[in-house]
């Protein structure tokens, strides 16, 4: 169960982080972007999975306490 619940984390996540960050459009998420940010979203916003909007919406909010592996991802997103 807790792995499906990843699954859906990680597409969910990485929705808002790939689309505004990635070159091209509807290019996937990235394992190292899965890897950097997978415990952040376990740990901080546990409560919105596997809502997309809500685990997003979570992790930016929460961008200051993401680990420095992932915020990157976010903060590189928030710039564009």
Do not use: W
């Not at 597409?11 to 997978?38: D, I, L, W």
């Amino acid at each position: 169960m807790q792995k499906m619940i990843a699954i859906a984390f990680v597409g969910a996540m990485f929705g808002f982080a790939v689309v505004a960050s990635a070159p091209a459009a509807g290019a996937a998420y990235t394992p190292e972007q899965q890897q950097a940010c997978q415990n952040d979203a376990f740990r901080l916003c546990e409560h919105a999975i596997p809502d997309e909007p809500r685990v997003r919406a979570c992790m930016i909010a929460k961008v200051r306490q993401l680990s420095p592996g992932c915020r990157r991802f976010f903060v590189r997103a928030r710039r564009r």
